[in-house]
Nanobody
Framework: QVQLVESGGGLVQAGGSLRLSCAASGRTFSTYAMAWFRQAPGNEREFVAAISWSTGRIYSAVSVKGRFTISRDKAKNTVDLQMNSLKPEDTAVYYC??????????????????????WGQGTQVTVSS
């Protein structure tokens, strides 16, 4: 089992920045990948960014490329999401996710929320115009 706790959400003006952090505990030595997803009211949960725990390879949604950066600290078992140049359409609840079994990039696994077994409780990000 893996427990995930997000922090760092809040209210920010358009163009501003926020940094989200996710702390993992439990069976973290088996982590294969971690990711951030988000869900706005009335919308489905959508992929934001993911990172391979062993290689550090990053996968990002087109909508956030150049603005958001995912990073991991293996020693602290944390994954962060640095969000710059925020837009009102980035407003959503942001969820941290983790998976212990192998994911296949060629199959789109890293971007598929159904492939992740562990989820945090979510943190609200609100961007005002």
């Amino acid at each position: 089992q893996v427990q995930l706790v997000e922090s760092g959400g809040g209210l920010v003006q358009a163009g501003g920045s926020l940094r989200l952090s996710c702390a993992a505990s439990g069976r973290t030595f088996s982590t294969y990948a971690m990711a951030w997803f988000r869900q706005a009211p009335g919308n489905e949960r959508e992929f934001v960014a993911a990172i391979s725990w062993s290689t550090g390879r990053i996968y990002s949604a087109v909508s956030v490329k150049g603005r958001f950066t995912i990073s991991r600290d293996k020693a602290k078992n944390t994954v962060d999401l640095q969000m710059n140049s925020l837009k009102p359409e980035d407003t959503a609840v942001y969820y941290c996710a983790a998976e212990l079994t192998r994911l296949y990039a060629g199959s789109g696994d890293y971007t598929d929320s159904r492939k992740y077994s562990y989820w945090g409780q979510g943190t609200q990000v609100t961007v005002s115009s």
